[in-house]
């Protein structure tokens, strides 16, 4: 679409294949692959994937079951370690970043705008409702979305900007939070150079706390004497403060994380002898019908009521499924490891030959000595 050279542009991709792939997504969808450990937020992009993926039909039966099992592997991950303790997103760390850098006696009188009434627009709020702020000031297209979050947070005092008067807003602010959409910067350093001094009680610098992406704030705005620029990348910060904990978390979340991949790929792996298991249950439900038509007609019609006859289907019935238990049983892979998936070839080729099912074993096991092999090395 851009016209870039696949070569100039593959440098800066990386791709990822079969299991390595699966465990990446279950890590994104627990929140490992985020800039801070366990964000909540980004389960919930997982999950518009998938309803997207579902309404357009561009999930198949693996991919949905994948991206279902990575959902539950980041529930899990979040119920089992604490994971989501403390700055856990985006917006709550910009929130601990902002009461850093200020003064520790003026962080509660410090003036608070937020620019952005979105979803992390409103994680802003309630983050700043915990450490104790008592007012803040919302620039925001419209009041709806604003009078929204005064109803659900009544702890604050939310006062309201529209945002023609977003420059006005920032001009009484010490701390500015960004959180929109727009595709062009609201700050630059021309702008941060117009707005007046930050008192020195406060620390003498106005703070721009940019949480979005792409960004609402420029680089260059740290280039003003007494403006600070911090974004995404900043956030790192709040991030090492709890190192040595965030790593034991994430030992917890890759055990859980293992033991969903397992899940997963044993349910994948059953498949491939789904072939086998279908001709198997056909054939004897085949030989089933047959006898029980044959008892039928010894018996006679006018000799049996239908609690009689049904009594006799269902025996049948049950006699097969008791029989198949044991080699059904045997045909289900658990992914654990090799053995398993050798001695699952060898049960399928068993049992076709003993009952001349005819599948298409040479696509079977070519797919199961690959997993071996894949196992094996």
């Not at 044959?294 to 009594?311: T, V």
């Not at 289900?332 to 998936?341: A, I, N, V, Y």
């Amino acid at each position: 679409k851009s016209g870039i050279p696949a070569s100039e542009l593959r440098e800066h991709l990386f791709m990822l294949r079969d299991s390595d792939a699966t465990r990446h997504l279950f890590e994104v969808s627990a929140g490992l692959d985020s800039l801070v450990l366990g964000e909540g937020q980004i389960l919930a992009q997982v999950k518009q994937v998938v309803r997207n993926g579902q309404n357009s039909g561009g999930l198949g039966k693996n991919i949905d079951r994948m991206f279902k099992d990575a959902i539950t592997a980041g529930k899990r991950v979040r119920c089992e370690t604490n994971i989501s303790a403390g700055a856990v997103s985006v917006s709550s760390a910009a929130v601990e970043l902002a009461m850093m850098k200020l003064p520790k006696s003026e962080c509660l009188s410090a003036r608070m705008l937020l620019i952005g009434a979105g979803k992390m627009g409103k994680l802003v709020v309630k983050h700043l409702i915990a450490k104790g702020c008592k007012k803040v000031v919302v620039v925001n297209r419209s009041v709806e979305r604003v009078d929204a979050i005064r109803q659900e947070m009544k702890d604050i005092e939310i006062v309201y900007r529209p945002l023609t008067e977003m420059y006005e807003a920032a001009a009484e602010a010490d701390v500015v939070f960004t959180s929109t959409a727009s595709e062009s910067l609201l700050f630059t350093k021309e702008h941060a150079e117009a707005l007046p001094p930050i008192s020195l009680a406060v620390g003498g610098v106005r703070l721009f706390v940019d949480i979005s992406v792409p960004r609402n704030v420029g680089a260059c705005v740290s280039e003003v004497e007494h403006a600070r620029v911090y974004n995404v990348d900043d956030l790192k910060e709040v991030v090492e403060a709890n190192k040595e904990d965030r790593v034991r978390k994430a030992m917890e979340a890759q055990t859980i994380i293992t033991q969903e991949l397992k899940r997963f790929e044993a349910w994948r792996d059953s498949l491939e002898t789904v072939p086998t298991i279908k001709k198997l249950r056909s054939y004897a439900d085949r030989i089933r019908a047959s006898e029980l038509e044959k008892c039928l007609q010894k018996i006679g019609e006018d000799n049996l009521n239908k609690k009689m006859r049904r009594s006799i289907e269902e025996l049948s019935t049950g006699i097969v499924n008791k029989l198949l238990h044991g080699p059904l049983q045997h045909l289900r892979c658990d992914g654990s490891d090799s053995r398993t998936l050798d001695e699952t070839l060898e049960n399928m080729h068993a049992l076709n030959r003993m009952f001349n099912l005819d599948t298409e074993k040479a696509v079977l096991e070519q797919k199961i000595k690959a997993k071996v092999e894949k196992t094996q090395s």
